[in-house]
């Protein structure tokens, strides 16, 4: 269960930013991992980042659903800064909350610091990030969303039937989100706070 607590604690976009930064500059990145390939997936992520960051809209069909929005809804993402998934999404998650902050707050959680609420939300027995938790105002639970829009999540089930691994078909993923524009997440996330 996620409590004020965790609320708390949480980072904001701006400094789960700054952290990734000010860890890298230490040749360090977010968990215990802290190997030379872990700091080169977080090197990227930085990059991916700053790309979301000046290039993803909101489009105006989904902004003006988000506007309606008039109760308070934390959404709760649990990351890390060496995710690629994270590097696409989370920036959106944080466009979203910008379309209406009076209502909508973003808190980031660190996976590997919060086993427990990261337990609580595997997919198909798996710690896979990102994980987006929705919450009323009184930290009540009302969905969740992740790791990954449906359609690519889709793919990546057709491209493993077919016998590709991770490694063969990781390139694969970060085109289809430079195409896809973060429209399905977008997308999905608003078909869940209309719902909420």
């Excluded at 989904?62 to 959404?75: A, C, L, R, V, W």
């Excluded at 466009?95 to 902050?101: A, D, G, H, V």
């Excluded at 009302?142 to 490694?167: D, H, V």
């Amino acid at each position: 269960m996620i409590t004020l607590e965790h609320i708390e604690k949480a980072y904001s976009y701006k400094s789960y930013r700054e952290l990734i930064e000010k860890l890298m500059k230490e040749g360090k990145t977010t968990g215990e991992n802290h190997s030379p390939e872990y700091l080169h997936y977080t090197e990227l992520n930085i990059h991916r980042m700053n790309r979301w960051d000046k290039t993803a809209v909101i489009s105006e069909e989904f902004s003006s659903e988000i506007k309606k929005i008039n109760k308070k809804i934390y959404m709760v993402a649990i990351t890390e800064a060496w995710c690629g998934d994270a590097a696409n999404l989370v920036p959106i998650f944080e466009k979203i909350r910008l379309q209406n902050p009076d209502f909508l707050s973003l808190h980031l959680l660190l996976r590997d610091e919060n086993p427990e609420i990261m337990n609580d939300h595997l997919t198909n027995g798996s710690r896979s990030i990102p994980k987006l938790i929705f919450l009323n105002e009184n930290l009540e639970k009302l969905a969740s969303w992740g790791p990954r829009p449906q359609p690519l999540m889709e793919l990546i089930k057709e491209w493993k039937s077919q016998g590709l691994n991770y490694s063969q078909f990781s390139d694969k993923i970060q085109v289809w989100y430079s195409k896809d524009k973060s429209l399905s997440t977008q997308k999905e996330i608003v078909e869940i706070l209309k719902s909420l």
